[in-house]
Structures are given as structure tokens and as C-alpha cells.
């Protein structure tokens, strides 16, 4: 016998009624199956399908048709008719390619930012996925791990809005308990690694987490919460361990603070067969045990337990409750999880891919090219402009285009570019043609590949080179060089490219160098030579449109970075918002904290990025010397724009509790605001600081706001700013 319900009953009553009802009926192998997650589609998954044995796919769907087939089997062949979930990692776009994610955190605009997830989910969901495995919300202080690409960098301030934008972008903006998510162009969002995966130590992936509870709390905790507050449907536990536990297995951050504390009701999945790995972490001593500490640390779903390695929660849960080792409760609890997350997501009433729909609302192309083109611009950030070699006029009479990177439709799009296509992309070459037209000769040469050490291209560089009137370098990093398992220890520019750089430096011929990359890397030579540099990341579609009109000035960057830069792997960790320590740096003075063979400070700090224009800060006030513990104090300055062009700026606002009873950074980030102005135009701009913003941990570890001073700080990055001061009172 079926046991349906009708779409029309279901709409009507209150999901959590119909979920017991379902609970009621599911024997214990239909039960288990909610919680298994299988990869891809063929014969034997199709047939546990018809079983009940599965309750979501990963990968294998890439059409509406074949969405709405494999869900007819689950709906119409299984005997309780419970819908699948059809996950993806629609990471950074899924058919429109938009820049890596830490080029998008570069733009600070988390409007534009969730625009972005908008246009994502929408096509994701058109081709039958209705999960993402985003966002990616580590926070990343070390360059070396090539995950950092996936992030918004080093600051939890920052991380946590972007965190909120992404999850609003791929859920709709509607309630934390994600009725927005029946929308048909939206999907369900999960943010990962769960937790600290970002701060692997050495930079090396999936290695091990050692830091302190504070830090835990203060660093790598706030953009889960953030996303959490906004309404996540799910969220993934990490590869690493963490203090000693491995994170898939972890009670303290999966149960007392996810469940007990934030008080969510989301989806746990594990990464990729994590739950399997607690037994390479000598955590587990086989895959039963496996399953047990997974489990009852409070990961709902094992993601590619079925592979070779892993087979874990299924057949071993119920090996568990057989044994005595957990109960149908707990099983029921993740079980509840799960079906819940389904009918957020409207799939017992609406359980197909409504192919129609989408064919009659699609979203026109020029719209989606037109917010991956913005944001591509915004995402690029200005290093250097000597001279003002920025922007380039575009009656120049010839450029040499150079570098691996200037023609490459693949590189550019990033890892993780889902069913986006080479053919869609413009690259640099292309974009520059279609911008300065037929009067300009563009002497393009490859120069050399990225990562090896063939040198028969740099007699024609050169040659190009010297007959131009001005050079473009495109360098930087294959796309395969950052992403998952592509941590580094050399972060200088690959192969031979800073030779190439070099040999057309020789020539006398005015340089710009395009940096194209997923991290920061160590750029000293050219920071210290070439007269104009712009770090432009993986761009996806419109690179080439984006770039062209950055260098010929019809766009004027505004580009701040989301992460430091350092001068050498050796300062590494190296992020804005260190302590003090008790021998801060004395320039010339031996004992304080320093080096002997390079500056403390970064090459280029967090939220640093130039414009074509200049502008100034003046007038910080503040409207209240002195304020309680429960008040709010407005902090203002008077921006103005005293260069040529109209050009947006990133106004930062940072903060400084002057002595506390633990130690806190020497700045941290509370506000920004991205701003327009004309040339010779003064706007004040108003930051409001409330009382959660002065707080911290205590050495108990409970959040207080102590009395005494705080200095408050605004600029245009984390250096130079103008600064006053408030005091809080008992």
C-alpha cells in the first residue's frame, strides 16, 4: 500500500505535522535512506532509489528532463513517494561564470554579490539542482591554501555580510525558517567547512586545526552564525580536526553551539566522505565506529559514503541500532532534519523541475552578462599606478598584449565553473578588440605557459614589445593551481613569467602587469619595478570586457582587497588584526617583535586598492564622547574626492578597545560603506557602532562590553586612517 498525500493537504497544514506523519510510516531502512547521500545515476543507485534507500544525489543531473526523471522514480515508483534532493556545487555561477568568490569579497558590494547567487540559483535550478554546496565561508589568514580562492579572505566582519548576501542570494530574502526557498528559482544554500577548516596549519589541505577556544569564537565561528541568522538550509562539516576532534565527528561545535546555542534546524552533510576519514584520523576504529561518532556528533547526511573508502552510515546505522548503540529517536531527530529541509524547499508540492516556467521566465543574457560584467569590474583591485600610466588612452597607436594568460578562455573562468563554457568567455585579447576598435594595433604574443620553463616565446615578446607603444602583460596561476588540494609553499608568479616580465622590462617600454590568480602571491620584483599592476583574480565571463575598460578608464577600480598580501611566505600568518604583543615594533629597536630580514608589514594590506582619482579624509567625529554599556555612538567623516575622475570609494571603519582584560587586536573592521563621488565632491559619512560592536569574550568566555576607551578609526584600508576616540562608563 502507497501512503501519499495530496499536494493541496500538504500546503494547508503545517509541515512539522506532516513530517511526523511520514516518520510514523517510514520503516528504519527508509529512514536511514534520508540520510545517505549517493553520487551520480545509473542502475544500482536507481534501484535503492525505488527502495528508499537513498534521500539525495550528488552530481549526475544536468538536465531538467533527467532531473524530473530520476525524481518521478522517487516520487511515483517508492511506497512512501518522498522527493530527492539534487545537489551541486554552484560555487561562483553555475552556466554564467562570475569571478572566484575572493574577487568578489574585492568588490565589497554584498548587493551586487547576492545579485550574483541570485542569477546562479536561478540557472542551477532551472537544470533540475535545488542544493549548492555554497557558500564557503572560511575565514583564511595563510595564502599557501589554495581554498582561500572560495572565501572573502581574512576578516569575519567582512565574511560574516558576504556569508549573509551569498545565503540570501541562493534562499531568497524571506524568513529564517526559508519559506522563500519554495520560490522555483531559488535553491537551498550550505555553508562550509563547519569549522575552522580555513586554518590549516602550514596552509596545507585537510591538515589539522589547532587553535584556541577565543579564536574559534571570534574568528571562524561569526560567518556560519551570520549565515545561520539568514536563514541557511544547511550547513557542511569540515575535513579537519579541530583541538584534537575531527570536525565531522565534533559534538561540541555540531550539537552545544549549532543546535544548543544558535538554536538551528537545519541539514548536516559531511564533506566528502569525512565521516569515513575518522578512521584515518585514528579518531575511529573502523567504519561502524565511524558512523557512530559521525552520527551522534550531529551529521545528519554522509555525502559519498557509498565510494570505495566509505559505506558508512549505510549499512552501519543500522548495525548501530541493532547493537544498541543509538536509537530510532536519533535516527527519527536527522530524519526530521532532512524531510524538513524538503518542504522549505516546496518538493512535496512541487517535486519536479517545472521546465515551462523557465523557458517562459528566463532571464534575458544581457541581464546576466551585465551583473557579471559589473561585478568583474568591481572585483579588480589597482596595486600600483606609477606616473599615472593608468588608464590608457585609447588613441594609443600599438600595445604589445603578452603572457600566458591574455588569450586563455579556460584559466580565467576559475575552478569550480560548474556548466559554464570556455566559448562564453572574452578573454583579455578579445575584450580589449571589442573596446579601442581598428586604429590601435594589438601585437599579441603568448611569451611563454605558465608553469614551465620554455623560453622560444621571449624573442617575439620581446620584439612586440619593442615595437609598442606600450606593453600589457597578463600573468598569474593555471586555475588548477588554487581550489582543493592545491595548497602551495611558493607563492611567487609560476614557472617563468617573472623572467618574461623582467626581459620586457629591459626594453624601456612602459609595463602594465595583469595578475590573474586565487591567492595573493608574493609580487616584490614587480611591485617595486613596473609602474602600473592590477591583481584581477579569476574574472569568469567578462574578463576581457572587465579588464579593457579598468586599463582604457571606462571603469575607474574601486577594488579593495578582502586579504593581505605578504612580502614572503616567511611573515605568513600575516593578517591586519594582530595583537600588540608586549614588545610592539620599534623601528631600529633589536627586541621588539620584528624580523631581521624583512618589514613586519605586508606588501599590500587588507582593504588597500587605488583609484584613478585620490581621496581625503577629514573631520572624524564622534556624536557622544561618552556612552553606557547600552548606547550607541555615531561615528562620521567628511570624504572627498580631490582627484580627476569621478571614481567609489570603500569607506572603513575600524575600532581599537585601547586596554581590556584580554587581549584584542590592534583594529578591527565594524562598518564600510562603498560610495560614489564626483571630482571636487564632499560627502560625511555616518557609521553607527551599537553595543554588540564593543564587545568580547572575557576570560570566562562570556560576552561583555568593559568600560574605557575605544579609538575609532576611518579610511580607505586598514593603514592610513584618521582617528578620535569615545569612552564607554559604567
Not at 336 to 341: Q, T
Not at 349 to 362: A, G, L, S
Not at 579 to 597: A, H, N, V
Request: hydrophobic share 35%.
Amino acid at each position: 500500500m502507497l501512503f501519499r498525500f495530496s499536494p493541496a493537504l500538504i500546503a494547508q497544514e503545517n509541515y512539522e505535522t506532516k513530517i511526523e506523519e511520514f516518520i510514523s510510516k517510514m520503516t528504519l531502512d527508509e529512514k536511514i535512506g534520508q540520510l545517505i547521500q549517493r553520487i551520480g545515476v545509473n542502475e544500482e543507485i536507481e534501484k535503492s532509489i525505488r527502495e528508499g534507500k537513498v534521500g539525495s544525489l550528488l552530481f549526475g543531473i544536468h538536465s531538467p528532463e533527467e532531473a524530473n526523471r530520476v525524481q518521478k522514480i522517487a516520487v511515483e515508483e517508492t511506497r512512501l513517494g518522498i522527493p530527492l534532493l539534487f545537489a551541486n556545487d554552484v560555487i561562483h555561477g553555475y552556466q554564467t561564470i562570475f569571478p572566484i568568490p575572493l574577487a568578489e569579497a574585492s568588490s565589497w558590494n554584498p548587493e551586487l554579490i547576492k545579485k550574483a547567487c541570485e542569477i546562479a540559483a536561478f540557472e542551477a535550478a532551472s537544470d533540475g539542482t535545488n542544493w549548492t554546496f555554497a557558500p564557503m565561508v572560511d575565514i583564511v589568514r595563510d595564502p599557501r591554501w589554495g581554498r582561500i580562492m572560495e572565501g572573502s579572505g581574512e576578516d569575519p566582519f567582512l565574511g560574516s555580510i558576504i556569508s549573509s548576501a551569498r545565503v540570501k542570494g541562493f534562499q531568497g530574502d524571506g524568513p529564517a525558517n526559508g519559506t522563500g526557498l519554495k520560490d522555483k528559482t531559488k535553491i537551498a544554500a550550505c555553508s562550509k567547512h563547519y569549522v575552522a577548516y580555513g586554518g590549516a596549519e602550514g596552509g596545507r589541505d585537510y591538515n589539522t586545526v589547532d587553535i584556541s577556544e577565543r579564536t574559534l569564537h571570534e574568528v571562524y565561528l561569526p560567518p556560519f552564525h551570520s549565515a545561520v541568522n539568514s536563514g541557511v538550509a544547511s550547513i557542511m562539516s569540515a575535513f579537519n580536526d579541530l583541538n584534537g576532534i575531527p570536525a565531522s565527528g565534533n559534538y561540541f561545535t555540531l550539537t552545544e553551539i549549532l543546535r544548543n546555542e544558535w538554536k538551528w534546524d537545519g541539514v548536516v552533510i559531511s564533506d566528502w566522505n569525512s565521516i569515513g576519514e575518522l578512521v584515518k584520523h585514528r579518531f575511529a576504529k573502523d567504519k561502524n565506529d565511524a558512523a557512530l561518532k559521525g552520527f551522534t556528533a550531529g551529521v545528519d547526511i554522509d555525502m559519498a559514503g557509498d565510494t570505495i573508502d566509505g559505506n558508512i552510515y549505510s549499512p552501519n546505522l543500522k548495525n548501530l541500532v541493532e547493537q544498541g548503540l543509538i536509537t530510532v529517536e536519533q535516527i527519527n531527530k536527522s530524519v526530521r532534519n532532512v524531510l524538513r529541509m524538503k518542504f522549505k524547499l516546496g518538493l512535496f508540492e512541487n517535486p519536479y523541475t517545472d521546465i515551462e516556467f523557465f523557458k517562459k521566465n528566463n532571464l534575458e543574457k544581457s541581464y546576466k552578462d551585465s551583473i557579471a560584467l559589473q561585478l568583474a569590474k568591481e572585483s579588480i583591485v589597482l596595486l600600483k599606478n606609477e606616473n599615472n600610466l593608468l588608464p590608457l588612452k585609447k588613441e594609443i597607436k600599438s600595445i604589445a598584449l603578452i603572457g600566458p594568460l591574455a588569450d586563455n578562455p579556460e584559466d580565467v573562468m576559475g575552478v569550480w565553473s560548474a556548466a559554464g563554457k570556455p566559448d562564453d568567455v572574452i578573454t583579455v585579447l578579445k575584450g580589449i578588440e571589442n573596446l579601442i576598435g581598428d586604429n590601435t594595433k594589438i601585437n599579441y604574443v603568448k611569451g611563454c605557459n605558465i608553469n614551465d620553463n620554455d623560453t622560444s616565446g621571449f624573442n617575439d615578446a620581446i620584439q612586440s614589445a619593442e615595437n609598442s607603444d606600450v606593453v600589457i602583460l597578463v600573468v598569474g596561476e593555471e586555475r588548477e593551481m588554487s581550489g582543493e588540494a592545491a595548497s602551495k609553499t611558493d607563492l611567487n608568479i609560476p614557472g617563468i613569467q617573472e623572467e618574461l616580465i623582467k626581459r620586457i622590462y629591459e626594453t624601456g617600454k612602459p609595463v602594465v602587469v595583469v595578475l590573474m590568480s586565487g591567492r595573493p602571491l608574493t609580487i616584490n620584483w614587480v611591485s617595486e619595478n613596473i609602474s602600473a599592476v592590477i591583481e584581477a583574480w579569476f574574472l569568469g565571463d567578462q574578463t576581457g570586457n572587465a579588464i579593457a575598460e579598468v586599463l582604457f578608464g571606462d571603469y575607474n577600480p574601486s577594488g579593495k582587497l578582502p586579504v593581505t598580501f605578504p612580502r614572503s611566505t616567511g611573515q605568513i600568518p600575516i593578517y591586519y588584526y594582530q595583537k600588540s604583543t608586549g614588545r610592539p615594533f620599534i623601528d631600529k629597536e633589536k627586541y621588539t617583535s620584528r624580523y631581521l630580514d624583512s618589514p613586519n608589514s605586508p606588501l599590500y594590506p587588507f582593504g588597500y586598492g587605488l583609484s584613478y582619482t585620490s581621496f581625503s579624509y577629514k573631520n572624524i567625529k564622534v556624536d557622544k564622547n561618552r556612552i553606557d554599556k547600552d548606547d550607541f555612538v555615531i561615528v562620521s567623516a567628511d570624504v572627498s574626492n580631490t582627484g580627476k575622475f569621478e571614481g567609489e570609494e570603500v569607506v572603513q571603519l575600524y575600532i581599537q578597545d585601547e586596554v581590556s582584560s584580554v587581549t584584542r587586536p590592534v583594529k578591527e573592521l565594524k562598518g564600510f560603506q562603498k560610495i560614489k563621488l564626483k571630482p571636487g565632491e564632499t560627502k560625511t559619512i555616518n557609521f553607527k557602532l551599537i553595543p554588540y560592536m564593543l564587545s568580547f569574550l572575557d576570560k570566562d568566555m562570556k560576552r561583555v562590553i568593559e568600560p574605557g576607551k575605544f579609538n575609532v578609526m576611518i579610511g580607505g584600508n586598514s593603514i592610513d586612517l584618521i582617528s578620535t576616540s569615545f569612552e564607554v562608563i559604567e
